[in-house]
């Protein structure tokens, strides 16, 4: 399926990827290439009457404030938000999370309380709950970060989470969509009294995200993962816990109220017009095109590496019973390196990231080849690197 943008294949509205025919971008759940309507709209804010928002009164200013706000209530729309208040603008997912640790867990947890959390989650849905951890006990607070497992598929394996939950269970934080497992959890099974946080990240720009459907207490999002530039990210924050929030980076007209209390400082505006140019490519290729898209190639690519002798697959949707994919498929092949696999590709022009993806302290067996897709991503992209992928491992298990 070749999808389109204004009438054109997506593909030559990237032009890094129009000017690089020979190239096959395989590592969109690193960072995604940008459309040229996202270039454009950075272009227009720096070279077009630039000032900064909220700091004036004058046409220019008041322009910028403006463009804020509506980016504000797009981004509010596209994720489910119940309205442009419920976002909040950061400089990507890792500041969002750390800002619910720091913003809701500072000023709510007391000792003895439990926060759900998969070890094996990317580190930005890690670390800062650790940090969260490590600052309330030097106030003599001890909170409890306990783990919970994952299945072969890679989603959060629901029995464990609810053999888990205690009297003291506050929280429970997951990737919505995993960055190396490729795998979706939505906890719509778990039918407790707890909060949720979700990392967003990856799934973003993939598949249609309704933080009200997911029952989202906070989630959080990464501009540079759905086609804007880097630097730009948001926080939901469902209106029920506005009132239980400490500031977060206080000072240059935050304000007391949401989403001012979580924004001090200047705003990236820059960062904020790519990413109203990235949610309008979004919207007008559509989520559930790019879902459809991005789960024929996974399976086509699942499909074809299954057939390969050497090949292991790490958990996710390889192991799945049903006909699931969003874009990202991570494996090995026996007897040699994941670095190795990767530079014998990118001298093919095919781009996948490897080594342990940003996992903290993941054990030796997850370093991986990752191949992850996007909408600029065709079938052919595909069958060139299971074909190379094939090549490599008969080299090695050449009897």
């Known amino acids: ?41 950075a272009r227009r804010y720096l070279g077009d009457r630039t000032a900064n928002a909220g700091r004036g009164t004058y046409p220019w200013a008041t322009r910028a404030a403006r ?33 619910v640790a720091l913003c809701w867990g500072l000023a709510n947890l007391d000792d003895g309380d439990e926060i759900l959390y998969n070890p094996l989650d990317h580190a930005s849905n890690v670390a800062p709950w650790r940090n969260l951890q490590r600052h309330l006990g030097r106030r003599g607070v001890t909170v409890h970060l306990v783990p919970y497992a994952v299945t072969a598929v890679g989603e959060a394996d629901i029995a464990d989470v609810e053999a888990r939950i205690g009297p003291r269970t506050r929280l429970i934080t997951t990737s919505h969509l995993h960055n190396v497992f490729g795998s979706l959890t939505t906890l719509e099974e778990l039918d407790r009294p707890l909060l949720r946080c979700f990392d967003c990240s990856q799934s973003a ?65 820059v960062g904020i017009a790519t990413l109203g140019a990235a949610v309008d490519v979004v919207t007008d290729i559509g989520a559930e095109a790019i879902a459809a898209h991005d789960r024929s190639l996974t399976r086509r690519l699942v499909d074809r590496l299954a057939t390969v002798r050497g090949v292991e697959f790490l958990p996710g949707v390889a192991a799945a019973s049903c006909d699931v994919g969003y874009g990202i498929v991570s494996f090995r092949i026996a007897g040699i390196e994941a670095a190795d696999v990767g530079f014998v590709a990118a001298s093919h022009g095919l781009y996948v990231r490897t080594g342990t993806h940003c996992l903290p302290g993941a054990p030796a067996h997850l370093d991986s080849v990752r191949v992850s897709t996007h909408a600029y991503t065709s079938p052919d992209e595909v069958d060139r690197l299971a074909d190379l992928v094939r090549d490599i491992a008969k080299e090695v298990h050449r009897p």
């Open 205 to 269: 720009g993939h598949v249609r995200v309704d933080v009200s459907a997911l029952r989202a207490d906070f989630a959080a999002f990464s501009g540079h993962k759905m086609f804007a530039a880097p630097g730009i990210g948001a926080l939901y924050v469902a209106r029920r816990h506005h009132d239980t929030l400490m500031p977060f980076l206080p000072g240059g007209d935050g304000g007391t109220a949401m989403p001012g209390l979580l924004e001090g400082g200047t705003p990236n505006l």
């Open 1 to 41: 399926m070749t999808l389109l943008l204004g009438g054109r294949t997506v593909r030559d509205c990237f032009p890094a990827l129009a000017a690089n025919p020979g190239v096959a971008y395989l590592d969109s759940a690193s960072t995604t290439q940008k459309p040229a309507a996202v270039i454009e709209a």
């Open 67 to 99: 463009q804020v706000e509506d980016v504000r209530a797009r981004l509010a729309d596209l994720i489910g938000a119940a309205g442009p208040d419920e976002v909040v603008f950061t400089s990507g997912a890792t500041a969002s999370l750390n800002a």
